[in-house]
């Protein structure tokens, strides 16, 4: 089992940066993926960033590329996402997610993933 808890979250203008961190329970987190998902008021929840075990892929969506980095720190159990020159449209409740796996390959469906935090919000203001 696996417990994960989001903070970070905030009030920002347009422009602006946050950094969202996830900290994980568990002895056995270098042997998970984790994303970030987000979601938006009347809208599915979407695929943000992932980034494997070893930190050594990343992948993100397109909306989000070149703004955002997710970067891990397994020693500290804890995966972050750096957001910069946000946008209005970035505000939604973001979510972490994990799930253990040895494969490079870059999880991007939210079934794909067995564990997830409750979510932190992130409103960023015009």
């Known amino acids: 089992q696996v417990q994960l808890v989001e903070s970070g979250g905030g009030l920002v203008q347009a422009g602006g940066s946050l950094r969202l961190s996830c900290a994980a329970s568990?002895?056995?987190?270098?042997?998970?993926?984790m994303g970030w998902f987000r979601q938006a008021p009347g809208k599915e929840r979407e695929f943000v960033a992932t980034i494997s075990w070893n930190g050594g892929t990343t992948y993100y969506a397109d909306s989000v590329k070149g703004r955002f980095t997710i970067s891990r720190a397994n020693a500290k159990h804890t995966v972050y996402l750096q957001m910069n020159s946000l946008k209005p449209e970035d505000t939604a409740v973001y979510y972490c997610?994990?799930?253990?796996?040895?494969?490079?390959?870059?999880?991007?469906?939210?079934?794909?993933?067995?564990?997830w935090g409750q979510g932190t919000q992130v409103t960023v203001s015009s």
């Open positions: 568990g002895r056995t987190f270098s042997s998970y993926a």
């Open positions: 997610a994990a799930v253990q796996t040895s494969s490079g390959v870059s999880k991007v469906q939210r079934y794909e993933y067995d564990y």
